[in-house]
């Protein structure tokens, strides 16, 4: 992913507002943590407006979910996705909107470093 397909993706996905967490996995391969999330976000080119994303995490050194009263999900304020570096950092429960920053990023109760990022679009139908 860089950030022109991260922008489009949030753009065709609406920044995954409303959208829920289905599933999320770490695993160790090649010695380097990955998260696996998948989601179910609304969709502006499906038939029924919703699909399952998968984003992959790999090289994750950065990983922080903490779970208050509310839970993390409902994607309710949708997600962000900033470059900095060589480094990608999604948040899946952000404080701001535009203009994203990493201090914005270092306020998430869910959020993820990571050194790259790919995603699948999947149909639900």
């Known amino acids: 992913m860089t950030p022109e397909t991260a922008s489009a993706l949030l753009?065709?996905?609406?920044?995954?507002?409303?959208?829920?967490?289905q599933?999320?996995?770490?695993?160790?391969?090649d010695s380097l943590?990955?998260?696996m999330l998948v989601l179910e976000v609304q969709d502006r080119e499906a038939a029924s407006g919703w699909c399952s994303l998968a984003l992959k995490?790999?090289?994750v050194s950065l990983l922080r979910v903490q779970e208050e009263p509310g839970t993390n999900v409902v994607l309710s304020?949708?997600?962000a996705l900033l470059f900095s570096g060589p480094l990608v950092y999604l948040d899946l429960s952000p404080v701001a909107e535009a203009p994203y920053?990493?201090?914005d990023f270092?306020?998430?109760s869910?959020?993820?470093?990571?050194?790259t990022a790919w995603f699948e679009v999947q149909s639900l139908e």
Not at 11 to 21: K, P, T, V
Not at 110 to 115: E, L, R
């Open 11 to 21: 753009e065709r996905h609406w920044r995954c507002y409303d959208g829920l967490i």
């Open 110 to 115: 869910f959020a993820v470093q990571a050194q």
């Open 57 to 59: 995490l790999e090289g």
């Open 77 to 79: 304020h949708g997600i």
């Open 23 to 29: 599933r999320a996995e770490l695993t160790y391969p």
């Open 33 to 35: 943590l990955q998260l």
């Open 101 to 103: 920053t990493l201090a």
């Open 106 to 108: 270092a306020q998430s």
